[in-house]
C-alpha cells in the first residue's frame, strides 16, 4: 500500500494508487457519472470482499476514505466476517468500515 495522488487526481479529492483503488476508483467514477446524468444521488456502493483478506479490505479502505467516503463491506458468511473485520478494525480503527452480511442463498 503506497498513499499518494493518483493519475486521476481532481482538487479535493486525493487519489490512493494501488491495483485496488485503481479499479475503486474507476467504478466510482462511473457511477457518479451516471448518477449525475440521471439527475439522481449516487447509490450505496457495496463491495463484496468475499474471498479477499484483510489486507486487501485495508487497500481499498484508504483509497475510498481518500475519496471522502466510508466503505460498506459485503460478505455471505459470518465465520469468514468476523475475524476479517476483527482484523480491519485491528488496523483501521473499529468502525473504520461498514459491513453488511447476506444470509440469503437461492
Known sequence: YRPEVGPHFQPGKPRVTTPFADRLNAVLDRIERAARGAGRDAPTLVAVSKRH????VIAVTHA??????????GENYVQEALPKRAAVDAV???????????????
Open 53 to 56: 483478506d484483510a489486507g486487501c
Open 64 to 73: 475510498w476514505r481518500a475519496r471522502g467516503g466510508r466503505p460498506l463491506f
Open 92 to 106: 483501521l480503527g473499529a468502525g473504520a468500515t461498514g459491513w453488511h452480511l447476506s444470509l440469503i442463498h437461492i
